[in-house]
């Protein structure tokens, strides 16, 4: 039971691990965003009153190639920062279905206790049903952990198994 808990707890780090990589990228993102914002405003602010007497021209027509580049990459970061976003929601929604798994091994750890304390005379029957359910939470423990692996490449499948043992897990 422990092991499994343990093995939760590593799923569990794993998950934050990830989810505070991305919040790390969409910080990065949201920083250069705001440079670039910053540019654009300095540029539209650059236009010098000599500027305007001797050119006939627009600033925004001298440094058009710029502006539609740094235009171009800030709208490729707020798209990165969308996908990211759902990315984080995603594995919260995970940390707390895992969270909720070690919660109830960590109840049915103490009702399995006090089962074994409170029925000393029948512990060769107890011991083969605490077996079988070792073997049952390894068995989710290793789907969690395919699980896991499925998060990027393909968060639907994973949605999916995390689906499926939910309700394996409520039945019990």
């Known amino acids: ?92 929604i ?9 919660e109830s091994l960590q109840i049915e750890k103490g009702s399995e206790k006090q089962q074994v304390a409170d029925s000393k005379n029948e512990t060769g029957t107890i011991r083969s049903l605490v077996n079988e359910s070792d073997d049952e939470k390894e068995h989710i423990a290793h789907q969690i952990l395919n699980c896991v692996s499925f998060i990027i490449p393909d968060a639907q499948r994973a949605k999916i198994e995390l689906t499926a043992l939910a309700k394996k897990i409520s039945e019990h």
Not at 10 to 30: I, M, T
Not at 41 to 69: G, L
Not at 94 to 102: E, R
């Open 1 to 92: 039971m422990d092991k499994n808990i343990g093995i939760l707890q590593e799923v569990l780090d794993l998950l934050e691990d990830e989810k505070r990589k991305l919040y790390d990228l969409v910080d990065q993102n949201d920083f250069r965003i705001k440079e670039i914002n910053s540019y654009l405003e300095d540029i539209t602010k650059k236009e010098e009153d000599d500027f305007k007497v001797f050119s006939p021209r627009n600033v925004q027509n001298t440094y058009r190639e710029q502006i539609e580049a740094d235009t171009s990459e800030k709208k490729k970061y707020e798209e990165e920062n969308v996908e990211y976003n759902k990315k984080i929601e995603y594995l919260k």
């Open 94 to 102: 995970l940390i707390d279905k895992v969270n909720i798994v070690i």
